[in-house]
């Protein structure tokens, strides 16, 4: 099976999993990304069946709205019930990195908000510890050097995302080599350094549920326990 058939089953896998879930007063945040673009082509088979969307992205926002799917402001609706969204790493207790498409702030707003946070993403993500994929750190511009600096303090090496802004007008840091077998530790400290407004680790909030998409079928795993 490509990437992109695992893509697309556990799209597929996370639609079967809310159909049943939703009313017509249903919001669901919806992430971004190539899974989360799958998932979006086939929300819009259901679209009568629900209410509308909150979106993590201006790109999402868009393409919902490409499929006529109401698209809210998230101060202008009462709850979520879901939050689907794919990553970049996952480890086994549901813990992730996430901003690979630069989304990670309003990604992480979104997930906070949603009762359930069910993440889609194939295999090659899921990884022992988190940290091959370079986490990525939302910044404000003119912190850049700051926050460089103590990246580095940190024991990791920040590279500057060249040409890249993101929807809230900031630039992204993505931090290579970091040790990050404490994820909520590492979350922490990056958060604390001033001038950063988040980076990509979902540690404190972690998703829900995975569906993960494996050769021999999608399989699902519970942060309960986890
Ligand atoms: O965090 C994200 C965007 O900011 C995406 O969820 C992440 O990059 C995964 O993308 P894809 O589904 O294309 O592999």
């Known amino acids: ?19 049943p879930r939703l009313d017509s007063d249903s919001v669901i945040g919806v992430g971004t990304g190539s899974t989360a673009n799958f998932f979006i082509d086939m929300l819009a088979e259901l679209k009568n069946e ?30 979520l019930e879901f939050y689907v969204d794919g990553a970049d790493e996952t480890n086994e207790r549901l813990e992730l990195i996430k901003g690979g498409g630069a989304a990670l702030t309003r ?23 988190l940290g091959a994929f370079p986490l990525p750190v939302e910044v404000i511009p003119m912190a850049r050097s700051h926050v460089g600096r103590e990246i580095v303090r940190l024991g990791g090496d920040p590279v500057y995302r060249e040409g890249v802004v993101t929807d809230n007008g ?7 080599n970091m040790d990050i077998s404490q994820p909520i530790r590492v979350e922490e400290q990056l958060n604390n350094i001033v001038g950063v407004v988040t980076n990509g680790l ?5 998703a829900d549920l995975l569906l993960l998409g494996t050769k021999d079928g ?3 795993i519970s942060s309960e326990g986890a």
């Open 202 to 206: 979902f540690a404190r909030r972690r």
């Open 50 to 79: 629900f209410d509308g969307a909150v979106a993590s992205s201006e790109a999402t926002a868009e393409r919902l709205k490409s499929h006529g799917i109401p698209v809210y402001d998230l101060n202008s609706v009462s709850g």
């Open 1 to 19: 099976m490509t990437q992109d058939e695992l893509k697309k089953a556990v799209a597929k896998a996370a639609i079967d999993y809310i159909a």
């Open 107 to 129: 990604e992480k707003i979104v997930a906070a908000v949603a009762k359930t946070f069910i993440c889609i993403a194939d295999d090659s993500k899921m990884i022992g510890i």
């Open 170 to 176: 900031n630039i992204i840091i993505d931090v290579h």
């Open 218 to 220: 999608v399989k699902t």
